[in-house]
């Protein structure tokens, strides 16, 4: 059985939602998933949930929170594991009333500063990914359909990173452009070399109208002919109706209930949109996309000066 935790509500100051302007248009909850074993951290992610490594003095879901929370979203649900890894999330997003008293009595309240906030501009609903025999990216809309309800969704990996200097934020972008094409759903992409699309799973894009939709996913094609490929990079603004593309899975060869799936399945229903991000994309779901991610938002402060 899941069990669903709530909380007040949430605020996360990042370079993301610095400057960003929220767009206007239907109503959007967001599916944040951080359930993951974290294998590819062990020992430390035995421990500590990957999502919940830092990016200089933030963990890596509170950009993707914020993220969501410029684009509208102001009810979020974090689809976490059960147990300790679950426990971190839900103590960050939470406000700690016994934390805030010592700071209090010893007038420490500018140390508690950064804290203060972080629970008051989202509503939260925390729900746990049970340990069956179901695994797989696509498992947190599955659980979550009771939260997404009637309502547009966003459903997002809390272990990638976009990194953007411009206080803009590109799940923002996403609804906006989604809104401008006048589709039900969009895809964030990344852009990388057509030489490097061996490693990604690339969004195959069809041309209608002047935008670029998704016309099937290639999972790690061994060849590929276009100077330049998009890559998923698990972002994705639905409908509420693409729910029932996700409950309707089966497992991949791989075992796994797998969201680009879903996704594929959608989009041969409906119009897809494939929009390239402008921020840096960051996999911080193993050692070394984690370390680079920190080194690039160290480096931005370094060329940009620290933020206010």
């Known amino acids: 059985m899941r069990k669903l935790h709530r909380s007040a509500r949430l605020t996360v100051a990042t370079p993301m939602t610095a400057g960003a302007t929220q767009p206007k248009g239907k109503h959007v909850r967001a599916v944040i998933a951080v359930a993951g074993m974290g294998s590819r951290f062990f020992p430390i992610g035995k421990t500590i949930n990957k999502c919940m490594l830092p990016i200089l003095n933030q963990p890596v879901v509170a950009y993707a929170v ?34 805030k008293d010592y700071f209090t009595a010893r007038g420490w309240q500018d140390k508690y500063t950064p804290l203060a906030d972080l629970h008051s501009q989202a509503d939260f609903t925390f729900i746990e990914q049970p340990r069956d025999d179901r695994y797989g990216t696509a498992l947190p809309a599955i659980i979550a359909a009771d939260f997404i ?13 976009l990194l953007r200097n411009d206080g803009g934020s590109d799940l923002a972008d996403l609804a906006a452009a989604r809104a401008a094409a006048g589709v039900p759903a969009a895809l964030a992409a990344a852009t990388v070399p057509g030489a490097e699309a061996h490693r990604y799973g690339i969004l195959h894009p069809r041309a209608s109208e002047g935008h670029q939709l998704l016309d099937q996913l290639l999972e790690k094609p061994t060849t590929y002919g276009e100077p330049t490929a998009y890559i998923n990079i698990s972002r994705t603004l639905l409908p509420a109706d693409a729910v029932a593309y996700f409950q309707k ?60």
């Open 149 to 161: 309800a009637g309502d547009d969704f966003l459903l997002v990996a809390g272990d990638d990173l």
């Open 249 to 308: 899975l089966t497992p991949a060869p791989n075992g796994e209930y797998q969201a680009t799936d879903a996704v594929t399945a959608f989009a041969r229903d409906n119009d897809v949109l494939i929009h390239p991000v402008t921020g840096e994309y960051h996999d911080c779901g193993n050692p070394a996309g984690w370390l680079a991610a920190n080194n690039a938002a160290a480096q931005a402060i370094v060329v940009s000066g620290p933020r206010p």
């Open 66 to 99: 914020a993220d969501c929370v410029a684009a509208g979203a102001h009810e979020i649900a974090i689809v976490t594991a059960p147990g300790e890894i679950g426990r971190q999330v839900r103590h960050y997003f939470t406000e700690d009333r016994d934390l």
